[in-house]
């Protein structure tokens, strides 16, 4: 019993190592993609391609579920708020508060049916925070914070005179919160 517990922990501390390696090797692409591309004053894709990669590489570091929706949530909120610019360039009008709020809502709601039908989760599943699934959880906090540091980043510019305090200002305030809010829920739910 205490030799295949001492082999356990042996085994953890091993795929711990291995685990971030793989995450310094990932990470590294993205940070000089990020480097050499040019000055990005709005909302754009690199955003939510960036967040579609941050759902893979924390499910295949097989971190927890609420870790993976904080993910999902940011990619949720980026992927609505790429779709919002692309309706102001074609001119469809409307009140943006709702128009960004109805999008929001049709994209989680597509997600959500689509980890349904996939089998991510369902009645049998007993990973749950406050009755609810952890990975819907998650996504609830994640496009919080991911509004949240959004419209902060808008009222900096606004008191800056339009202008951000450094490139990528949006982009580094959103990933900030969500790495706090996934830090904070992997030491809770770990």
């Given at each position: 019993m205490i030799k295949t517990?001492?082999?356990?922990?042996?085994?953890?501390?091993?795929?711990?190592?291995?685990?971030?390696?793989?995450?310094?090797?990932?990470?590294?692409?993205?940070?000089?993609?990020?480097?050499?591309?040019?000055?990005?004053?709005?909302?754009c894709p690199l955003c939510t391609a960036a967040t579609i990669v941050g759902v893979g590489i924390t499910r295949s570091l097989g971190l927890d579920d609420s870790v993976i929706g904080v993910f999902v949530g940011a990619m949720i909120v980026s992927s609505a708020l790429l779709v919002n610019n692309i309706f102001k360039k074609r001119n469809i009008g409307g009140n943006a508060f709702l128009r960004i709020g109805s999008i929001t809502v049709a994209t989680f709601v597509l997600t959500v049916l689509s980890f349904y039908f996939a089998g991510l989760f369902g009645p049998a599943n007993t990973h749950r925070i406050f009755g609810m699934e952890k990975i819907i959880f998650g996504s609830l906090s994640g496009a919080v914070v991911s509004f949240?540091?959004?419209?902060?980043?808008?009222?900096?510019?606004?008191?800056?005179?339009?202008?951000?305090?450094?490139?990528y200002q949006t982009m580094a305030l959103t990933f900030g919160a969500l790495i706090l809010n996934a830090v904070l829920f992997w030491g809770i739910f770990r």
């Amino acid at each position: 019993m205490i030799k295949t517990n001492i082999k356990n922990k042996q085994e953890k501390k091993i795929r711990k190592s291995h685990t971030y390696k793989i995450l310094v090797l990932l990470l590294i692409p993205l940070l000089s993609l990020i480097a050499i591309l040019p000055e990005v004053m709005a909302h754009c894709p690199l955003c939510t391609a960036a967040t579609i990669v941050g759902v893979g590489i924390t499910r295949s570091l097989g971190l927890d579920d609420s870790v993976i929706g904080v993910f999902v949530g940011a990619m949720i909120v980026s992927s609505a708020l790429l779709v919002n610019n692309i309706f102001k360039k074609r001119n469809i009008g409307g009140n943006a508060f709702l128009r960004i709020g109805s999008i929001t809502v049709a994209t989680f709601v597509l997600t959500v049916l689509s980890f349904y039908f996939a089998g991510l989760f369902g009645p049998a599943n007993t990973h749950r925070i406050f009755g609810m699934e952890k990975i819907i959880f998650g996504s609830l906090s994640g496009a919080v914070v991911s509004f949240a540091a959004f419209f902060a980043s808008n009222e900096i510019k606004r008191k800056n005179e339009g202008k951000v305090l450094f490139n990528y200002q949006t982009m580094a305030l959103t990933f900030g919160a969500l790495i706090l809010n996934a830090v904070l829920f992997w030491g809770i739910f770990r």
